[in-house]
């Protein structure tokens, strides 16, 4: 796959899988979000300096933000102004996940990279700089399209990873957790998120299949606690720490 030039502008949040998405309040988006920042104070430490990168509209950084002083990167500059108004007091910078020099080593407690590393065609070296600026047992919490879903294989080209072309580094969980710990972050909890991207047959209604398909992912996100294995969902879901005196 290859990415067209600057894809990611304000057309990118209403169009391709994103045109379907609600961002209204208990909508799919909605939950999401409060998983993710669920997740985060549960296994993350309780203060400190946490980062998202791919921070989008910001609205995961807003839940955060009782917690923890936040910080967002994006290279999406027009997602970046609306942020502002819906994480005021996160700090924001318009950064490549690749690159993240503009933040001082071991700076960040917490960094979230929540569906992130498969935009980008080096993702390898945007784990070493999420290694870099963790504090050592900083937590980091990572979200990419699962290959190992069995709906990735019903569905065909037509499933979630693969309808958006700027998904240029989709890999196996082994190859993730492979290059996570090669940067010294010590996979701690493999997870998924549930069967979200119904329909997944033909002869069923879409509303029925959202409901049933639906319901463990639904579960999960409800109760803010992580108990589907990897091969029950569409996202591979890690959660790691910085562990210099882990093996590589």
């Known amino acids: 796959m290859t990415t067209k030039a600057g894809p990611y502008d304000q057309d990118y949040f209403s169009s391709g899988p994103y045109a379907q998405v609600s961002y209204r309040k208990y909508r799919q988006y909605w939950w999401s979000n409060r998983f993710y920042a669920k997740l985060v104070l549960r296994y993350g430490p309780p203060s400190g300096r946490a980062l998202e990168v791919g921070c989008g509209l910001g609205h995961l950084l807003a839940r955060l933000s009782e917690r923890y002083q936040t910080f967002g990167v994006d290279v999406n500059s027009w997602a970046l102004e609306q942020a502002k108004a819906i994480a005021p007091n996160a700090h924001l910078a318009l950064a490549s996940a690749e690159d993240l020099s503009a933040i001082a080593g071991g700076m960040m407690d917490v960094v ?3 569906h ?3 935009h980008l065609p080096d993702p390898g070296r945007a784990l070493a700089e999420f290694s870099r600026v963790l504090t ?9 399209p699962n290959l190992e879903s069995p709906m990735r294989m019903r569905k065909g080209d037509g499933w979630v990873g693969y309808r958006d072309p700027t998904h240029v580094s989709l890999l196996s969980p082994r190859e993730w ?49 992580p108990f589907l294995p990897l091969r029950w969902g569409e996202s591979l879901i890690i959660l790691a720490v910085k562990d210099e005196n882990a093996e590589r």
Request: charged residues 15%; without cysteine.
């Open 112 to 114: 979230v990279a929540k």
């Open 116 to 118: 992130v590393v498969e």
């Open 136 to 144: 050592e047992h900083g937590l980091l919490l990572m979200a990419t």
């Open 177 to 225: 957790i492979g290059l996570l710990e090669g940067q010294a972050l010590r996979v701690t909890k493999v997870f998924s998120d549930g069967f979200w991207d119904a329909p997944y047959v033909a002869w069923l209604p879409a509303a029925f299949q959202k409901l049933l398909w639906g319901f463990p992912g639904g579960m999960q996100a409800l109760i803010g606690y």
